[in-house]
T-cell receptor, first 117, second 111 residues
Framework: AQTVTQSQPEMSVQEAETVTLSCTYD???????LFWYKQPPSRQMILVIR??????QNATENRFSVNFQKAAKSFSLKISDSQLGDAAMYFC??????????????FGKGTRLSVIA | NAGVTQTPKFRVLKTGQSMTLLCAQD?????MYWYRQDPGMGLRLIHY???????AKGEVPDGYNVSRLKKQNFLLGLESAAPSQTSVYFC??????????FGDGTRLSIL
């Protein structure tokens, strides 16, 4: 079974600075998807970024980018130019490509990010 | 386009009571999921469905039952609620390898 580990329960960053959230995972599969979700106080689950394991290029979405190290099974999220609206719980998640990708997500326990003005 | 809608958004139950949480999606997705979120635990899979009339157990299925009588609806039932089932419940749906769409969650408190 796959597992996802987020070793930082809480992080803080100054507004406009850069912060990196860590995520490691364990799997015996060679192809899979990795995700970062943001959960603000509104409780919505918002997809931040997605990485396909067979793609070597790190995914980027505006101020959000990942450092995907497949051999090390590491998938960290970098938030640049942090804004007050980035304050939220962030979840790392894994998904198998079995069944054409229609498989449940396996989540880490989350990292709560605070942004200091 | 409503996406994934969960009903109700909040509910308080007494121990031993029963209730059903409804998840409805209007995207014609085959796959649907129920997760629970507890502090410090992330989201954990309760049950999921790969299509109308089929369901399967997830990581934490005990105390819950599900049904998928219609493709667009996925029901989560608690037959005899226990305080340990106090949680936030999320429904999600997906199609092939596209990211899952989540509902806004149901906060359930059991006294």
């Amino acid at each position: 079974a796959q597992t996802v580990t987020q070793s930082q329960p809480e992080m803080s960053v100054q507004e406009a600075e850069t912060v990196t959230l860590s995520c490691t995972y364990d799997t015996s599969e060679s192809d899979y998807y990795l995700f970062w979700y943001k959960q603000p106080p509104s409780r919505q689950m918002i997809l931040v970024i997605r990485q396909e394991a067979y793609k070597q290029q790190n995914a980027t979405e505006n101020r959000f980018s990942v450092n995907f190290q497949k051999a090390a099974k590491s998938f960290s999220l970098k938030i640049s130019d942090s804004q007050l609206g980035d304050a939220a719980m962030y979840f790392c998640a894994y998904r198998s490509v079995r069944n054409s990708g229609n498989t449940p997500l396996v989540f880490g326990k989350g990292t709560r990010l605070s942004v200091i003005a | 386009n409503a996406g994934v809608t969960q009903t109700p958004k909040f509910r308080v139950l007494k121990t031993g009571q029963s209730m059903t949480l409804l998840c409805a999606q209007d995207m014609n997705h085959e796959y649907m999921y129920w997760y629970r979120q507890d502090p410090g635990m992330g989201l954990r899979l309760i049950h999921y469905s790969v299509g109308e009339g089929t369901t399967a157990k997830g990581e934490v299925p005990d105390g819950y039952n599900v049904s998928r009588l219609k493709k667009q609806n996925f029901l989560l039932g608690l037959e005899s609620a226990a305080p340990s089932q106090t949680s936030v419940y999320f429904c999600a749906s997906s199609y092939l390898n596209q990211p899952q769409h989540f509902g806004d969650g149901t906060r359930l408190s059991i006294l």
